[in-house]
């Protein structure tokens, strides 16, 4: 079983940065993509970005030139670089790895005040 944990969200001001960090422990199953989902408050969860085995990443766009996201296999662990956060980047954010199942994270807050 697969078990995520996240870390490195709070609140900062406008234009700050931030990285968070998705460590993964439990089974030694091979991890394919890993990714970074948000919510904000009263809206449905949506995709952030991801990065494949390969290195190949993807991203929202609302999110592209300020995010980057990026990964350690050896660590188990995915990166959610955040450059010049916005208001609207506010909300829970998960990071979500696929081996044979989808495995989510319990999600860390990230606030950006105006």
């Known amino acids: 079983?697969?078990?995520?944990?996240?870390?490195?969200?709070?609140?900062?001001?406008?234009?700050?940065?931030?990285?968070?960090?998705?460590?993964?422990?439990?089974?030694?199953?091979?991890?394919?993509?890993?990714?970074?989902?948000?919510q904000a408050p009263g809206k449905q969860r949506e995709f952030v970005a991801e990065i494949s085995s390969g290195g190949v990443t993807n991203y929202a766009d609302s999110v592209k030139g300020r995010f980057t996201i990026s990964r350690d296999n050896d660590k188990k662990t995915a990166y959610l670089q955040m450059n010049r956060l916005k208001p609207e980047d506010t909300g829970i954010y998960y990071c979500q790895f696929i081996t044979q199942l989808h495995h989510w994270g319990q999600g860390t807050q990230v606030t950006v005040s105006a």
């Open 1 to 38: 079983q697969v078990q995520l944990v996240e870390s490195g969200g709070g609140l900062v001001q406008s234009g700050w940065s931030l990285r968070l960090f998705c460590a993964a422990s439990g089974s030694g199953e091979s991890i394919n993509a890993m990714g970074w989902y948000r």
